[in-house]
C-alpha cells in the first residue's frame, strides 16, 4: 500500500524530532505534524479541479487558494463536500467522529502554541506526543479511505498532476465545467461554495 509509504516518509522530519533532546523538540514535533494534517486537506482538493480539462494550469489553482483570506483545514473540508457527492466524513467512515473531537482539542492547542501563548495545561513531552501520533493516525486514515475513493492519497506531493478520471462522484450540478464559476466559488474559501453548471 503506497500510501503507508507516503506517510512515514511524510513524517520522517516528525520523527527526528520526537526522540531529540532538546527543549522543544515534542512541540516543534507537534506545530509541524499539524502543519502535515493541514497540507494533506489542501492537497486533496486541489487534486479534484486539476482532473478537469477547464483547468489546463496548476497556476489557476494555486492563484486561487493563495488569495485566499481562510486557507483553514474547516474551509478544506467544506470545499470538498461542496464538490464531491459523498461528504468527507463518510468516505471516513465510523471512527471520523472521534477523530473530529481530537483534531477539535489538537486545533486550540495548536492555535496556542504557534502563537506563542500559554494552553494553561500544562502540556508535558509526553502529552504532545500523544496528540502526534493522533495526528499521524488520522493523515493515515485519510490517506487510506482518500487513496480507495478518489486515487489520491493527499500526501504525494504531485497532486496537481492530471490522472486517469476516477472521479465519478461529483455532484452534476456541481461541475467544475467551467473555470469562472469554480474560482468565484472557491477563492471565497467555502464560506458558502455553490458551484453551478453553465
Not at 70 to 98: E, M, T, W
Not at 104 to 127: E, P, V
Request: net charge positive; aromatic share 12%; with cysteine.
Amino acid at each position: 500500500m503506497n500510501y503507508l509509504k507516503n506517510v512515514r516518509e511524510e513524517f520522517a522530519t516528525v520523527d527526528l524530532l520526537l526522540p531529540s533532546n532538546t527543549f522543544t523538540g515534542r512541540t516543534d514535533a507537534f506545530i509541524l505534524a499539524w502543519v502535515k494534517v493541514e497540507k494533506q486537506i489542501r492537497r486533496i482538493v486541489t487534486y479534484l479541479p486539476y482532473q478537469f480539462p477547464a483547468f489546463t494550469s496548476k497556476d489557476d489553482i494555486v492563484r486561487i487558494i493563495a488569495s485566499s483570506n481562510n486557507p483553514y483545514f474547516d474551509n478544506f473540508v467544506k470545499g470538498f463536500n461542496a464538490v464531491y457527492r459523498i461528504p468527507f466524513d463518510n468516505i471516513l467512515g465510523g471512527s471520523c467522529g472521534q477523530f473530529d473531537k481530537n483534531l477539535a482539542r489538537i486545533k486550540k492547542y495548536r492555535n496556542k502554541i504557534l502563537h506563542g501563548q500559554l494552553t494553561g495545561l500544562a502540556l508535558d513531552a509526553k502529552q504532545l506526543q500523544v496528540e502526534v501520533e493522533l495526528m499521524r493516525q488520522w493523515i493515515t486514515l485519510v490517506a487510506e479511505k482518500m487513496s480507495a475513493e478518489i486515487g489520491y492519497d493527499g500526501i504525494e506531493p504531485k497532486a496537481l498532476e492530471s490522472r486517469a478520471l476516477r472521479i465519478l462522484q461529483l455532484d452534476t450540478n456541481k461541475t467544475f465545467g467551467m473555470r469562472e464559476s469554480w474560482k468565484s466559488s472557491f477563492g471565497s474559501l467555502c464560506n458558502k461554495v455553490v458551484l453551478t453548471d453553465r
